[in-house]
C-alpha cells in the first residue's frame, strides 16, 4: 500500500514571498505519479502541478515547481511570488500508473495562508 | 464549461437514516471516483465507477455502495448512517484510458 505523508499542519507566508510545502511518500512501485492539488474554500480540489515518477526533470507550472527526489521518496512544492489567491489547503497526492483507472491517495494536508 | 456537478451541497440527516449522493461527471467524461473527506483531514477514496461497474474500491464498509448510470452520472449510498459518517463527500470524473481528474465541490454531510 501506498502512503503520502505532510509533516507541516500549517504553514504562512508573506506576500510576494517563496513558501516551500514538503511531503514524502513511500511505495514499492516504479510506474507512479505525483501531484499538488489546491482546495480553497470553494471545495474544489484544483490541480497545480503534476510529476510523473519516469522523469528527472522537475515540474513547472508558471510560480509554481516541485522538487522531486525519487531516491528519497521526497516531493516539495515551491509557490514563488505567493499572492492572496494561494491560501488555501494544500494536498499532496500519489496516483499508480499513467490512466485514471485506480485512486488517488492523498496526505493530510497543509493550511497555506498568504499575508497581505 | 460544464464540471462536475454534485447535489445537493449541503445536508443533515440522524443517525440510522439512509442518504443518496449525486454527481454528474464532466462533459467527455466517463469514469467516476467518489471520495471521504473527514474535516482537516485528506480525502480517502471509496470507490470507482466505469461501464456502470464499480471496478475498485477503497478500505470502506458495505454500508457504501454506489451506482453509475447509463449517462456516466452516479450516485453513492450510504445506509445506516454513523455519527462518523459526517464528512465531505468528493465526486471526481475522468476519461478512461486518459489522464485528469475533475472535481466537484462536494456534498457536506452532517449525522446527529
Known amino acids: 500500500a501506498q502512503t503520502v505523508t505532510q509533516s507541516q499542519p500549517e504553514m504562512s507566508v508573506q506576500e510576494a514571498e517563496t513558501v516551500t510545502l514538503s511531503c514524502t511518500y513511500d511505495?514499492?512501485?516504479?510506474?507512479?505519479?505525483l501531484f499538488w492539488y489546491k482546495q480553497p474554500p470553494s471545495r474544489q480540489m484544483i490541480l497545480v502541478i503534476r510529476q510523473e515518477a519516469y522523469k528527472q526533470q522537475n515540474a513547472t507550472e508558471n510560480r509554481f515547481s516541485v522538487n522531486f527526489q525519487k531516491a528519497a521518496k521526497s516531493f516539495s512544492l515551491k509557490i514563488s511570488d505567493s499572492q492572496l489567491g494561494d491560501t488555501a489547503m494544500y494536498f499532496c497526492a500519489f496516483h499508480l500508473g499513467g490512466t485514471s483507472y485506480g485512486k488517488l491517495t492523498f496526505g493530510q494536508g497543509t493550511i497555506l495562508t498568504v499575508h497581505p | 464549461d460544464a464540471g462536475v456537478t454534485q447535489s445537493p451541497t449541503h445536508l443533515i440527516k440522524t443517525r440510522g437514516q439512509q442518504v443518496t449522493l449525486r454527481c454528474s461527471p464532466k462533459?467527455?467524461?466517463?469514469?467516476v471516483s467518489w471520495y471521504q473527506q473527514a474535516l482537516g483531514q485528506g480525502p480517502q477514496f471509496i470507490f470507482q465507477y466505469y461501464e456502470e461497474e464499480e471496478r475498485q474500491r477503497g478500505n470502506f464498509p458495505d454500508r457504501f455502495s454506489g451506482h453509475q448510470f447509463p449517462n456516466y452520472s452516479s450516485e453513492l449510498n450510504v445506509n445506516a448512517l454513523l455519527l462518523g459518517d459526517s464528512a465531505l463527500y468528493l465526486c471526481?470524473?475522468?476519461?478512461?484510458?486518459?489522464?485528469?481528474?475533475?472535481f466537484g465541490s462536494g456534498t457536506r454531510l452532517t449525522v446527529v
Open positions: 462533459s467527455g467524461h466517463d469514469t
Open positions: 511505495t514499492s512501485e516504479s510506474n507512479y505519479y
Open positions: 471526481a470524473s475522468s476519461f478512461n484510458g486518459g489522464w485528469g481528474y475533475t
